[in-house]
């Protein structure tokens, strides 16, 4: 890696592709469901979700990410040799943090040791902060090709005693390449936190503790709120973005928040079913979905929850 | 906080000022040393500790990085209405990092809710690596007035039966205002990370576990290594850097370390004796000593540990 000074030649980076793992293993939810005496439609309808993946017992975060990785160099010509930085999103690392989880992955997919590797925390928000993040930083620093990813195994801290939550969360990886050979770049963005109302997302004695009433208050009053001033800001018509990715919280508070933007819905996949909540992957495992489509051109996202922090981005094709 | 667009003005970013917190409880590392039976030559030469400061038993992360933000409030001109951004870098984060420190250090400082607040997790290279990904952050998305915290209270961590860690790691916490009218600004970087080799330094089963002889042998090669290549890049020469702020890992370390590299002793301080290893806090606690100093316009900033990771970064005088 070359060192940078402020003068030197930038690139036009954004997101050049994403790859996505999702455990094989499986939990039945109506079958968890029954257990907590929830019925089956409340499991389909409110929560949304038929089937959560779980990692494996031994299977780390930086194995998920791994299996992430494999799946990008199967879709990309991305030599490992070319990697000048690798992030990972996550709040519940491996070895609780020490070292970073990103110095574990860069050891598992063998990057140059001239790599730049740190991990951020952020929850539901993490994908539209981090991409920020990553892109500034090897913007700023001459930087061609990073990683980006996310993998936050709320299976590990959930309390089993609490079907809000257990009924809700899914395990997931992705990776999102950052490159000169973007197919999205970042046109605007807006972040918002909210430490005062913290505690409605917290983990306590080891386990998640959600204030369900809270979180939902949240997003359908913060988060069409932001939406709206971002392409009100970015000199856009909503009519002009072709596709809306919102973190999928749970099916309920979702479309109720999309209803609180009018004439989006069609716009806006409620798409959890296989997934569940997958905290900051829940994004980046949609992206991947709709990434190559023809007529694709303008992409919003908009990531909320824990802090709480939230963020919405608009991304369109390179110029 | 408004949208941005890549074509936005953007402004030079820098070093405003830092302040530090250092907590008034402290271990007499003396009387500690006896206890592990070991001598005051090898505490007070080997390690080079005479006190370690300690948060108190309530004290969280979150509380020490208001005490720090409370001395740079006395220090400088902030309005806490101008903050746009607040990064704490950490691996030991308040409630097991959920939500990030950053939202609750937000709430503690009564930052505005158009903030961007995020967690970095990184070990002893924290604190140069966030300065770049900050600033860069900042920069790219005209952002003015951001807030970097370091705190990383290993004492948390530490295993009391381990008497090489027990008897190293001190507790602090820092903040550093970056902003738009920046005394230092970055003028070159390189950063590196061997996570092959991270099992030097870990959490284990609850307690930090460092392999001391690892650490040792991967300071006194790739660190000097490393700033030997950043000023050869940087088209500068070892005489014109006024100030080595190297990473304080221990005293025989860190002279042996300085060594390493001819003739920069007299500008290279050792200066760890009453407050131990600060992880990320180490380079700020010595920069807030050093800042407002008559002939200092050149700066270089090395730090080194977990992950392994490492990072060297030079700052000027803004032109």
Redesign the interface.
């Known amino acids: 890696?070359?060192?940078?000074?402020?003068s030197d030649t930038k690139f036009?980076l954004g997101i050049q592709d994403v790859a996505v793992y999702i455990p094989s293993t499986r939990i039945d939810n109506l079958a968890q469901g029954s257990q907590y005496e929830t019925d089956s439609d409340f499991v389909l309808e409110k929560i949304g979700v038929r089937e959560l993946p779980r990692l494996g017992e031994d299977e780390t975060v930086t194995m998920a990410c791994k299996q992430a990785f494999a799946r990008l160099l199967e879709k990309t010509a991305l030599d490992p040799n070319e990697i000048e930085c690798?992030v990972v999103c996550t709040?519940?690392?491996d070895?609780?943090?020490?070292?970073?989880?990103?110095?574990?992955?860069?050891?598992?997919i063998s990057?140059p040791?001239?790599?730049?590797?740190?991990?951020?925390?952020?929850?539901c928000s993490g994908y539209v902060?981090?991409l920020?993040?990553v892109?500034?930083?090897m913007?700023?620093?001459g930087m061609r090709k990073g990683l980006l990813f996310t993998c936050d195994p709320y299976s590990r801290?959930l309390d089993a005693n609490d079907k809000n939550t257990s009924l809700l969360f899914g395990d997931a990886a992705t990776v999102t390449l950052i490159s000169d050979a973007p197919k999205f770049?970042?046109?605007?963005?807006?972040?918002?936190?909210?430490?005062?109302a913290?505690e409605a997302?917290?983990?306590?004695s080891?386990n998640?503790y959600m204030n369900g009433r809270a979180v939902f208050n949240f997003a359908l009053t913060d988060v069409p709120k932001q939406i709206s001033e971002?392409i009100d800001?970015?000199g856009m018509s909503k009519e002009q973005i072709d596709l809306f990715l919102l973190h999928q919280g749970s099916k309920f508070m979702l479309e109720n928040t999309i209803k609180r933007i009018d004439g989006i819905a069609d716009r806006a996949p409620v798409d959890l079913e296989l997934t569940g909540n997958t905290v900051s992957s829940s994004i980046p495992v949609l992206l991947e979905k709709h990434l190559g489509k023809d007529g694709l051109n303008t992409i919003l996202m908009s990531g909320f929850g824990?802090?709480?922090?939230w963020?919405s981005a608009i991304y369109t094709k390179p110029e």
Chains 1, 2 share one sequence.
């Open positions: 890696m070359q060192v940078f000074s402020m036009n690798i709040q519940t690392p070895m609780g943090g020490i070292p970073h989880t990103s110095a574990l992955v860069h050891a598992a990057a040791e001239a790599s730049a590797c740190f991990d951020i925390g952020l929850g902060y981090c920020q993040v892109t500034s930083f913007q700023m620093h801290i770049v970042s046109k605007s963005v807006k972040f918002a936190t909210r430490g005062s913290a997302l917290t983990k306590k080891g998640l971002l800001a970015s824990v802090g709480l922090s963020a």
